[in-house]
């Protein structure tokens, strides 16, 4: 897999050199996941209020085109007004898909890589691509 980011720590990336948090300044818009048979798209949008630190985006895009895997665990509906908070993002081997839940300490994909977004509502989104990009307006 190939990416136009890096994660610098389990909420935070780097894009065009700026680090971005995204659980702390941003919000995962759940209403706004796109998933068609070719392309995926997860929408986060910067928090007004956000006092931590100024982002130069208001909108992130994560990207994905042609797509080989997609796993989605549904939020939990105890937790579901946590759903736009993101709790971690990480690289895993698509050989332990078993293991939606686990962080692994990587800044780049190997290229059988997925990428894992989990959620604090528990839901879990799980992509494998070729190339996942990353783009903010």
Same mark, same amino acid.
Do not use: A, W
């Given at each position: 897999?190939? &990416?136009?980011?890096?994660?610098?720590?389990? @909420?935070?990336? $780097?894009?065009?050199?700026?680090?971005? !948090?995204?659980?702390?300044?941003? =919000? /995962?818009? *759940?209403?706004? +996941?796109?998933? &068609?048979?070719?392309?995926?798209?997860?929408? /986060?949008?910067?928090?007004?209020? %956000? @006092?931590?630190?100024?982002?130069?985006? %208001? !909108? +992130?895009?994560? +990207?994905?085109?042609?797509? @080989?895997?997609?796993?989605?665990?549904?939020?939990? $509906?105890?937790?579901?007004? =946590?759903?736009?908070?993101?709790?971690?993002? &990480? /690289?895993? !081997?698509?050989?332990? #898909? =078993?293991? %939606?839940?686990?962080?692994? !300490?990587?800044?780049?994909?190997? $290229?059988?890589?997925? +990428?894992? /977004?989990?959620?604090?509502?528990? #839901?879990?989104? #799980?992509?494998? *691509?070729? $190339?996942?990009?990353?783009?903010?307006?």
């Amino acid at each position: 897999m190939k &990416t136009s980011f890096k994660i610098i720590s389990f @909420t935070e990336i $780097e894009f065009e050199n700026e680090e971005i !948090d995204l659980h702390n300044c941003y =919000d /995962f818009i *759940s209403n706004e +996941l796109e998933v &068609t048979d070719e392309s995926i798209k997860i929408h /986060f949008v910067k928090i007004e209020e %956000n @006092t931590i630190k100024k982002m130069k985006y %208001n !909108d +992130l895009y994560f +990207l994905v085109n042609n797509y @080989t895997y997609l796993k989605q665990i549904k939020p939990s $509906e105890e937790y579901i007004e =946590d759903d736009s908070c993101l709790s971690g993002i &990480t /690289f895993l !081997d698509s050989n332990l #898909r =078993d293991e %939606n839940y686990s962080l692994v !300490d990587k800044e780049y994909p190997n $290229e059988n890589d997925d +990428l894992i /977004f989990t959620f604090e509502s528990e #839901r879990v989104i #799980r992509i494998n *691509s070729k $190339e996942v990009i990353l783009v903010g307006k």
